[in-house]
């Protein structure tokens, strides 16, 4: 059996919350992600969606020690990452990479993209064949830009083509593991589907693994092969694509893939939706028990006095719930019906 | 389309921005109606012409930058031209608009009880007290559980969704005709978004409310729309109800948004991205703006790069730009077959 490339082991990330002007103490900590283990196989695709503030994009920077773990262990390959001095996290920077949301701010906009790109060359002290400016083209072609264009600066280029100097960056190394935050959120429909292919493309030549961050879960479903849902820094339920989308358990995922609108307006108006009550509590201070226990139609006092642990349902399938369920889903996504109804 | 029961009737309008580069034609010729108690939506991508057509309904293009021409009627009266003391008389009372960042469209120095107390004054002779109840009625109405501290808060104490929601509670605090929501939930998460677009759909169940839905997502769109505008580089390229649109669109631009969409209930499909970037709306191509991306122009031939399609009918309340001929049409996207009604 082949081995994770990436192996997360109860990574938290706690933010210190501190009072007082002139001695700074410590009140309290926003749980941004409270405990999250999974793993991911080489040249596989995690989703990790979930709503704004459930520590998704911390987790994604947290794994890559672009943020630092408080607690846990990321394991990649084999080695334990979190314990390395910041110089030995260097040579780790070439299997390991990283794709932005905004392709406005990512970007130098003083530096051309030719120097973007072949800056993770210079870092890593690498000399590729044929040398780095034709790396560069070769890259940029790769990500279906103009190769002659290496010289323009990234004003020069709408959302979608910044986004794929992005890319170009981050796979100049033919990295093994990319986390992708939010990589086509910023982008209008036709253009993300060009991302979405983009992407697929280059982890079908190159066997990179993903962890692609993000909070629409119909591009979740699109590019994942697993996928793990959270709320309020915890991963509520965790499985296969096919699995999640068929025969999901928590009530939390239930509520995010009926809130989720689908392009058709039969299916659209025939079903029902749960329209979940409240709002996401602070993860300055998390209700006890369960943390969905504030917004949970299926409520027990169970949830309010114990913590659901993750555990496993079936093969691969692992929930956070007390009382997990899968429900008649056909009325709340059409997926569980197993038919393609767009003709 | 000429409607009698339309309250509200965009003609031929068309905004042209003078900028250092050139002329910017933002929106060109654009035409719809929408009535009493049903939603129209305006769908297209950033740089579409959707928002900015609607800032010049509501008037709220400044005259030294923008130069907007056609007509917009509402009730018997032309609101192009219409001088900018009588805009204000209308705009919230008979027209109300709603912005996608409702933390910039509030005020921030502002109590939310203080914004929406002079939103009703503005509109109506009453006594505070009574404005001020008048508010506490229209926040409950929205859904907001703690009332009274909302009436106390500054927006940005609130969430994005409770902020939504005030924001509805004070484009609707005069009972307008018509409501123009631009991008209402683009900023929310998905289970605030349901939350929203139900309070939206009950909200015009129970005033009969006209709403303009202007959304770049086809998922929102097929909730709540009953007639949908797809927009283009500046113009409308198709005009449907919103089941025509969805099950029988007659035009490629349509049918490469409906193909780039993810769909969850289709299994590994390859996406089918439309190639290229949107028009430059300074140099307008002259034929149709979308033949430079569009698969099917050779199919039609010259046509295409050199005359501009017209809006023509290609069924009954259905429209589409496009110089495919029907028969062409019906070969390369047949469609969802015999249960149009």
Not at chain 1, 240 to 259: C, E, G, I, K, V
Not at chain 1, 267 to 294: A, D, H, Q, W, Y
Not at chain 2, 115 to 143: F, I, P, S, W, Y
Request: glycine share 8%; net charge negative; aromatic share 6%.
């Amino acid at each position: 059996m082949t081995e994770p490339i990436m192996r997360v082991t109860n990574v938290t990330k706690h933010f210190p919350i501190s009072e007082g002007i002139f001695r700074q103490r410590q009140s309290g900590a926003v749980r941004a992600v409270d405990g999250i283990s999974f793993e991911v196989m080489p040249g596989e695709t995690l989703g990790l969606v979930g709503e704004s503030g459930c520590g998704k994009s911390t987790a994604g920077r947290t794994i890559l020690r672009l943020v630092e773990p408080t607690s846990g262990t990321v394991e990649f390959a084999g080695n334990d990452i979190t314990k390395l001095a910041k110089r030995d996290l260097v040579p780790l920077r070439r299997d390991l990479q990283m794709i932005f949301q905004d392709p406005f701010s990512s970007l130098n906009p003083r530096h051309t993209i030719g120097d973007i790109i072949a800056a993770p060359f210079k870092v890593q002290k690498v000399k590729p064949t044929g040398g780095i400016q034709q790396a560069v083209q070769d890259l940029l072609e790769r990500v279906g830009l103009n190769p002659e264009h290496y010289n323009r600066y990234p004003g020069d280029f709408s959302g979608g083509q910044r986004q794929r100097i992005g890319i170009a960056r981050a796979i100049a190394l033919q990295p093994k593991f990319i986390v992708c935050d939010e990589p086509v959120s910023a982008l209008d429909v036709s253009i993300q589907a060009q991302v979405l292919n983009l992407l697929e493309d280059i982890q079908n030549d190159y066997g990179i693994a993903y962890l692609f961050v993000a909070h629409d879960l119909s591009v979740v479903h699109h590019i994942s092969d697993r996928v793990a849902v959270m709320y309020l820094g915890k991963i509520m339920e965790i499985a296969s694509r096919d699995d999640l989308f068929a025969t999901s358990m928590h009530p939390y995922t239930h509520a995010l893939m009926s809130a989720v609108p689908i392009a058709d307006p039969d299916l659209e108006r025939n079903r029902e939706r749960i329209i979940l009550k409240g709002e996401l509590p602070s993860p300055s201070n998390p209700p006890s028990g369960c943390v969905f226990n504030t917004r949970c139609p299926k409520k027990t006092d169970l949830c309010v006095s114990s913590v659901p642990e993750l555990r496993q349902i079936s093969p691969g399938h692992e929930v956070a719930c007390h009382y997990p369920e899968v429900i008649s889903s056909a009325t709340v996504h059409p997926a569980a019906t197993g038919m393609d109804f767009i003709g | 389309m000429a409607n009698s029961s339309a309250l509200l009737s965009v003609q031929n309008l068309s905004v042209e921005f003078t900028t250092e580069d050139g002329i910017v034609h933002a929106v060109s010729n654009l035409s719809y109606e929408v009535s009493a108690g049903k939603t129209l939506a305006i769908v297209g991508e950033s740089g579409s012409g959707k928002s900015v057509s609607s800032l010049a309904i509501m008037g709220l293009l400044g005259k030294s930058k923008a130069k907007v021409t056609g007509d917009v009627l509402f009730e018997e009266r032309n609101l192009v031209g219409t001088d900018p003391e009588q805009m204000r008389l209308l705009r919230g009372r008979e027209i109300a608009m709603i912005f996608q960042d409702p933390l910039s469209a509030l005020h921030p120095f502002y109590r939310i009880g203080a914004q929406l107390v002079e939103a009703v004054q503005v509109h109506n002779q009453v006594q505070e007290n009574q404005a001020l109840e008048r508010a506490r009625t229209m926040l409950e109405r929205v859904g907001i559980p703690s009332v009274d501290r909302v009436l106390k808060a500054y927006p940005h104490e609130l969430s994005g969704g409770m902020r939504q929601r005030v924001m509805i509670a004070m484009a609707l605090i005069n009972d307008p005709k018509v409501l123009i929501a631009d991008e209402p939930t683009t900023a929310l998460d998905v289970t605030v978004q349901a939350q929203i677009l139900q309070l939206l759909k009950d909200l015009q169940a129970e005033f009969n409310t006209a709403i303009v839905l202007i959304t770049h997502d086809l998922g929102v769109v097929a909730d709540m729309a009953d007639e949908v505008v797809v927009m283009y580089g500046g113009s409308a390229v198709e005009h449907a109800s919103a089941r025509e649109l969805f099950y029988q669109p007659q035009m490629p631009y349509t049918w490469g948004l409906l193909d780039s969409i993810p769909k969850v209930q289709s299994l590994d499909d390859r996406l089918e991205p439309i190639p290229g970037t949107p028009p430059s709306l300074i140099n307008v191509p002259t034929g149709c703006v979308f033949a430079p991306r569009c698969k099917y122009a050779s199919t039609v031939g010259e046509r295409c790069l050199t005359e501009f399609p017209e809006l023509l009918d290609v069924s009954d309340g259905h429209q589409a730009r496009c110089h495919l001929s029907a028969q062409q049409r019906k070969i390369l996207r047949p469609g969802k077959s015999g249960d149009v009604s």
